[in-house]
């Protein structure tokens, strides 16, 4: 089982670009969560989705969009990138039956220009 | 809202003393805990988790941490520390619902040979 894959891993951006992040998950999690980190920051939620077809905002939603279409798979997209969305973004998944335990992709490296 | 708050932005130790990294938290409700770490430029890992019963948990890589309701406080400890856990320490709380982790703004950990 690969656990939680992000593509890609490193992107440059210019501004005003749009972009997709792709998430995928083998683990069979109905819930599953974008969050992105800042240095000093911890982690923000973005967006997160308890299964397919239901969506809803996290903390910091704003210039970002999801969708949800199958269990495995959460794209986060970026419609005009800004420089404020230079940032690491992560992917996790929850079975919603742990308690929240969360298990995490390895990130995407974002830097807009 | 619930909120974390880890005082301690940067901790150096000598290998082989004892660690204690301090995590305060705020939530109305019994809250669901837990400790993450993250190697440079990789994804987080679970280190340990608290959801009830006994308050002192063991996780992996020899760590453990306290739940004191009173003090709202989840602190992770080690006692004996090696330079492999030179990292950045995550605390985080939820309520057990869907939406997500909060986290606080993590712990730079620095080991002195």
């Known amino acids: 089982n690969a656990g939680v894959t992000q593509t890609p891993k490193f992107r440059i951006l210019k501004i005003g670009q749009s972009m997709t992040l792709q998430c995928t998950q083998d683990?069979?999690?109905?819930?599953m969560y974008w969050y992105r980190q800042d240095p000093g920051m911890g982690l923000k939620l973005i967006y997160y989705s308890v299964g397919a077809g239901i969506t809803d905002k996290g903390e910091v939603p704003n210039g970002y969009n999801v969708s949800r279409s199958t269990t495995e798979d959460f794209p986060l997209r970026l419609e005009l990138a800004a420089p404020s969305q230079t940032s690491v973004y992560f992917c996790a998944t929850d079975s919603s039956f742990s308690y929240n335990e969360q298990f995490f992709g390895p990130g995407t490296r974002l830097t807009v220009l | 809202a619930q909120s974390v708050t880890q005082p301690d932005i940067h901790i150096t130790v000598s290998e082989g003393a004892s660690l204690e990294l301090r995590c305060n938290y705020s939530?109305?409700?019994?809250?669901?805990l837990f400790w993450y770490v993250q190697s440079p430029g990789q994804g987080l890992q679970l280190l340990l988790k608290?959801?009830?019963?006994?308050?002192l948990v063991q996780g992996i890589k020899g760590f453990e941490a306290e739940f004191k309701r009173s003090q709202s406080s989840f602190n992770l400890r080690k006692p004996s520390v090696h330079w492999s856990d030179a990292a950045e320490y995550f605390c985080a709380v939820s309520g057990g619902g869907a939406d997500g982790l909060t986290f606080g703004k993590g712990t730079h950990l620095i080991i002195q040979p």
């Open positions: 683990m069979n999690h109905n819930y």
């Open positions: 939530y109305g409700a019994t809250p669901y």
């Open positions: 608290y959801f009830s019963g006994d308050t």
